[in-house]
């Protein structure tokens, strides 16, 4: 009913395939997880950049102090990051000045992203720039 299959007589030396294989594959599979590790890391500054733009807002919406505001971000980012980083504390139309109570304030925290990340894998240009930006209604 089944016919048997032939066996060859003598079969080829495969000694060094899966070497081989493993030397072409374990590039794209390092390159594919550092990547994924360099996002991951990008995504915890994003939101570590949004957390301290909300709470220097809460402090500056109390009326404290530009350095009672600085400490908050520095809280948050660390004292390596908030050195690098841009705090604008401000008007939220854009305008200068100080702002009256019940007034709409803004914090605007950028840095560039190539300090926001701790691992230097994240796949981003030199010259982009992470933002955080909180308004709140000053007390």
Do not use: W
């Not at 709470?55 to 990051?81: H, N, T, W, Y």
């Amino acid at each position: 009913m089944f016919a048997p299959r032939p066996c060859p007589a003598k079969r080829k030396p495969r000694r060094g395939v899966i070497t081989v294989e493993l030397l072409l594959a374990l590039p794209v599979f390092l390159v594919l997880v550092f990547g994924m590790v360099g996002l991951a890391d990008l995504l915890v500054a994003e939101q570590l950049l949004a957390e301290a733009s909300g709470r220097a807002a809460r402090a500056a919406a109390l009326g404290g102090s530009e350095e009672q505001v600085k400490d908050a971000v520095r809280s948050i980012l660390g004292p390596a990051r908030t050195d690098r980083a841009t705090i604008r504390v401000g008007p939220a139309n854009g305008g200068s000045g100080p702002v009256p109570p019940g007034g709409l304030l803004e914090v605007r925290i950028e840095l560039e992203a190539q300090y926001a990340t701790t691992t230097h894998l994240a796949p981003i240009r030199s010259d982009e720039v992470l933002l955080g930006r909180t308004v709140m209604q000053r007390e």
